[in-house]
């Protein structure tokens, strides 16, 4: 035989081979079957911290700033000394007014004797009764001059004690806004305080955190909580996780406790307010966070690993196994993430088999063989 009839034969063997060789098997996917389930209320938003106590040390007399008697940024008590503010000015005061007291006081006694001794002589004739009633009023007089001089005398005593500045709460003083040899003075000052501002103190063991809401969550929420969709928790128990500015999640869990009333007209957001531990001072007022806000639970929701979920120009969608084993395309909303699952508030149906990995073999109208997903076999193989 010629060799080119040879090789035609061999081609036409192999032709009918072909014909009747089997297709090969469908691809295999993992799949998850999902049911309902309940998952965290949660969102991440962005707070600033800000002092759970702040006070503005300022002066309540005039007079030379003799000295600075706290270190500045260090920890102070409540009624601590923080500045002396030269004294003698009132030393003097207080001194001129008790002189005064002591004088008045003379002056009461001899009037009040004078009145009783009119008094006795008033019945035999010795004296008129108009000698009497002019005793009497000299008595008064001089016993409401006794009571202003009193007056006069505390309130020189009280300047006098504020010449010696101190704190007003207990917390962390700042810098000295007035050095030593200043004068400062008790006026109102530019920002409408009265007094010289001489440091600030905060408080920020505890301290909060100020964040707000979209009223059209707040909204939302709402209507879900009357469907049995969403159960909001109470204030009192809405928890805060902050993460600090190096991307570590902070330890101690924050509790909310105030939410406005009043939507922001320009920001349409309502403002809220946590409390939030910080015995380590690793906090400080003005700082930006993140925050991870727990509102509540979500019912009847779906809980999917990330990995199997995709999104496209028309949105996120999941590729589900059918009944007869070929592939099928699921539009859902998913917002949220809670561990390592997407939240899928719609889209699916209790016991749909959802693809997890395979999915470049997975193409929707297509038979698959579908196997259970095991997480740990799985954790590292990519879709």
Known sequence: MKPASLAAVLLMALAACAKHAPPPPPPEVAVVKIETA?????????????????ANVTARV????????YAEGSRVKRGQLLFEIDPAYYKTVLDSGLATLAQDRAAYVYARVTAERDHKLLPVGSVSQ???????ATALGAAAKVRADEAAVESARINLGYTKVTAPIAGTAG????????????????AGASGTLLTTIDQIDPLYVNFTVSAADLVTWQQAQQQGDVALAQQNKTTVQVVLPNGSAYAALGTLDFSDVVVNATTGAVNLRA???????????GMFVTLNVSFGEQNHVFLIPQQSMQRDTVGAFVLVVGKDDKVLRKDVTAADSYGNDWIVTSGLTAGDQIVVSGLLDAHVGAQVRPKPWQPAANAAVTP
């Open 38 to 54: 309940a998952a965290p209320l949660t969102r991440t938003l962005m707070g600033r911290l800000s002092a759970f106590l702040s």
């Open 175 to 190: 810098q000295q806004q007035v050095t030593q040899g200043a004068l400062v003075g008790s006026g109102t000052n530019d």
């Open 275 to 285: 409390l939030l531990p910080n015995p380590k001072h690793l906090l400080l007022p």
């Open 130 to 136: 108009q000698t009497v009633d002019d005793a009497d």
């Open 62 to 69: 005039s007079g030379l700033l003799l000295k600075r008697t």
